[in-house]
């Protein structure tokens, strides 16, 4: 997926999730929904160094 923000482009690229099916059953709007959950944790990227409004953030 390409992203815009203030004239810089961006490539995003999402992870792919395996989700099993849960037991657990809600209602939602009159209907049935079965709820979904990660078979195992999905970690994010290591995130480098960050600048805020000026503020180098570690």
Request: a positive charge; zero cysteines; hydrophobic letters at 40%.
């Amino acid at each position: 997926m390409e992203l815009h923000y203030r004239g810089a482009v961006y490539n995003h690229i999402e992870p792919v999730v395996e989700m099993a099916e849960s037991h657990l059953v809600t209602h939602y709007r009159g209907g049935i929904a079965k709820l979904r959950q990660p078979k195992r944790a999905v970690a994010s990227a290591p995130v480098g160094q960050l600048k805020y409004r000026g503020a180098w953030v570690r």
